[in-house]
């Protein structure tokens, strides 16, 4: 007899947190702007993050070798290092764009050794997150900037700069933090080597509130061609308040105190699943960091997928389910990055996108666009236009997301096993779905 189990827990590893209980912090407990940023220090150091003093430019470099070292199980001889660098992190026809780019989609680098042997030279693991290495430096002072700035907290993945934490004491505007990096981007990020340029996340807070933001938002265009305080004319991008975004639980429940902020937001598993999976570098070169209800949704999404596959439920009320998400919240960007990573997992040959009217078939191929080039393609196209998605094997299959219209039309034949994600007005019958796919030869989705 087929016996029924009810789920008690789940997916332990989620990035947003299910249920968070703030604490309580009285009067007594406000600092000054120092003894904010030694108390956060010392919570991400109880978190497993490496504290480590920085005092300059070359022992920042000195480390960020020894922990690509460390993430490769190489060592590198003087002159290699000197011109692996030199070509893919100190470019100096290198600005944020191209960093980001690196981080984002191109982090493993073909190197040729003294030898003549050829290796991959990985910048963040991407497949193994936790063979990363979190590292915190405060108070660390550029060499050569427009300005003499101070940076408050930054912390380093395998040695690279890539969240940058910005601090004012309870009281003070968390707008002029904002307004300090933004400083900071304009007289010193690019100076040097540009290390700082590959910065993809920044953290603002004045204790009380604290928000995120990537390095490039929706209105950085428009100001994009900014020049720094030396005339040096390297593009540079700029931020708009408006973009940033509050941490939340999976309830959407926001979390704004600092000390509750880095208790759920820098939780390594959190922050290094944020850098590497939701994390979105559209054809316009803008970095989209995805909001905690999104990350939420499609991890919901994948977790179905397994759990219907393990179960044996596909095709099948119980395997399937729905996200509800409201106007404007996001819907299509949240659909990419779980089509995406569905297309990864081993048991889904396709990934289709339906929609229910023409014009959301155009809007979702325009934004599908806008997310990465090529990325999906209308029934009927041919197939040469699909983009295979790359997987931490190595192996390439053709997985993304397929736009199919079910009225006014015909589902084209598929074989093997299909996923879907459907765009439907309120009402619209799932079994609408379900006879469409199973006429036309797809038997579990």
């Excluded at 596959?309 to 949240?334: C, D, F, Q």
């Excluded at 589902?411 to 779905?433: E, K, M, T, Y």
Aim: contains cysteine.
């Amino acid at each position: 007899m087929m016996m029924n189990y009810d789920l008690i827990s789940e997916n332990p590893e989620s990035t947003v947190v299910a249920e968070f209980e703030p604490g309580f912090y009285s009067a007594a407990q406000y600092q000054s702007e120092a003894e904010m940023e030694q108390d956060f220090i010392n919570r991400l150091t109880r978190q497993a993050y490496e504290p480590l003093t920085v005092t300059s430019e070359k022992e920042l470099i000195t480390n960020l070798r020894s922990q690509i070292e460390r993430l490769n199980g190489i060592v590198f001889e003087d002159k290699e290092w000197n011109d692996f660098f030199t070509e893919h992190i100190g470019n100096p026809n290198m600005g944020i764009i191209e960093k980001t780019k690196t981080i984002q989609e191109d982090n493993i680098k073909a190197w040729t050794r003294p030898d003549g042997s050829l290796v991959n030279i990985s910048l963040i693991d991407k497949a193994d997150i936790h063979n990363n290495s979190l590292q915190v430096i405060n108070q660390y002072v550029p060499e050569g900037g427009a300005y003499d700035n101070r940076y408050d907290v930054t912390i380093l993945v395998n040695g690279l700069p890539l969240v940058h934490v910005e601090l004012k004491r309870r009281g003070v505007s968390i707008k002029d933090a904002f307004n300090q990096i933004d400083r900071y981007q304009r007289d010193s990020f690019w100076s040097g080597s540009g290390l700082y340029e590959f910065v993809q996340i920044f953290i603002i807070s004045n204790g009380t509130l604290t928000k995120y933001y990537s390095n490039t938002t929706r209105d950085a265009v428009s100001k994009a061609n900014q020049k720094n305080g030396k005339g040096k004319g390297k593009t540079q991008t700029s931020n708009s308040f408006e973009f940033t975004s509050y941490w939340a639980t999976k309830s959407n429940v926001p979390v704004f105190d600092l000390m509750d902020f880095t208790q759920t937001f820098f939780s390594k598993h959190t922050l290094l699943n944020i850098l590497t999976k939701y994390c979105v570098f559209t054809s316009e070169n803008l970095l989209l960091v995805m909001r905690p209800y999104q990350i939420a949704a499609t991890e919901e999404i994948l977790l179905r997928i397994k759990t219907s596959t393990n179960a044996k439920t596909y095709s099948k009320r119980e395997g399937g389910g729905y996200i509800w998400h409201t106007t404007g919240s996001g819907k299509t960007l949240t659909s990419f990055k779980t089509a995406r990573l569905a297309s990864r997992v081993d048991d889904i040959d396709k990934v289709l996108f339906v929609v229910d009217r023409k014009d959301l078939d155009y809007q979702t191929m325009k934004e599908y666009d806008r997310f990465e080039k090529g990325a999906a393609r209308r029934a009927g196209e041919p197939a040469g236009v699909e983009r295979g998605g790359g997987r931490a094997d190595g192996r390439v299959r053709g997985d993304v997301p397929v736009l199919r219209r079910l009225h006014g039309g015909r589902l084209r034949p598929l074989r093997g096993d299909g996923g879907f994600l459907r765009r439907l007005r309120p009402g619209q019958a799932g079994l609408w779905v379900h006879h469409g796919v199973l006429r036309h030869g797809v038997r579990q989705y």
